[in-house]
């Protein structure tokens, strides 16, 4: 073969690539939903726990991309002293999704535990559905701290999910083009104080009753960092 038909057969080869690609995006891009109500609904009072809101140095929330934040401690009412610290980054494109505990934790000098790390199934108040949340355990010295993590990707179908497994996805735009917009949750509490994580899953059953109203329709859930 001549090198002028390589030529022309390398670039036929190109462009069949870019329009499949193109099409791929085309055919699963999506609208990026916007929350139903503002973070700052979510009750102050969920069940037998009672919050308030903690400001976040601005440098905080610019790192961690979020468009709109809830940072919030909670105590029991029957256990006083008991407390959670929430946090709920939602970001209208996704970007946040790249700050999730096994990232900012280990920069911040804290260990993981692997043996004290598990699933957790959680109701979510809709029936007889549960939703698995990952109860993660890190060590700072004596210190050790239990964080409930899960996350959500919004206005992400089957079809969509699908693409985002591919092997292509994370080397390609049409990863950005399916990643539409994202929340994470996490929940910080003491491990000393809750060693078998039934605090947490207390906490985390009356949350997500209370975050479904403003929750779209539409959306994935996933546990894994």
């Known amino acids: ?22 099409g791929l995006e085309s055919l699963t891009k999506i609208e990026r939903p916007p929350l139903r109500a503002p973070l700052g609904t979510v009750p102050t009072e969920l069940g037998d726990w009672v919050g308030h809101d903690e400001p976040v140095d601005p440098e905080i929330v610019e790192k961690a991309q979020t468009t709109e934040f809830l940072n919030r401690v909670y105590e029991s009412r029957s256990r006083p002293g ?27 000098g804290w260990s993981k535990v692997e043996s ?22 890190y060590a700072q010295g004596e210190l050790v701290q239990e964080i409930g993590f899960w996350y959500y990707i919004f206005g992400e179908g089957r079809l969509e999910h699908f693409v985002r497994s591919l092997p292509i996805t994370s080397r390609s735009s049409h990863g950005r083009t399916t990643r539409g917009s994202g929340m994470t949750v996490e929940v910080f509490c003491p491990g000393a104080s809750d060693p078998d994580g039934a605090t947490l899953q207390d906490f985390a059953r009356a949350l997500l009753v209370a975050m479904e109203p403003i929750l779209p329709a539409m959306r994935a859930e996933y546990f894994i960092p």
């Open 116 to 137: 004290e790390c598990r699933v957790l199934p959680v109701s979510s108040g809709t029936g007889d559905r549960t939703i698995p949340i990952m109860r993660l355990a």
């Open 1 to 22: 073969m001549s090198p002028i038909r390589r030529v022309a057969l390398c670039g036929m080869i190109l462009t069949c690539g870019y329009a499949a690609q193109a």
């Open 82 to 108: 008991r407390r959670v610290w929430l946090w709920i980054n939602y970001s209208r494109f996704g970007t946040n999704l790249r700050h999730s505990p096994e990232i900012c934790l280990p920069s911040g």
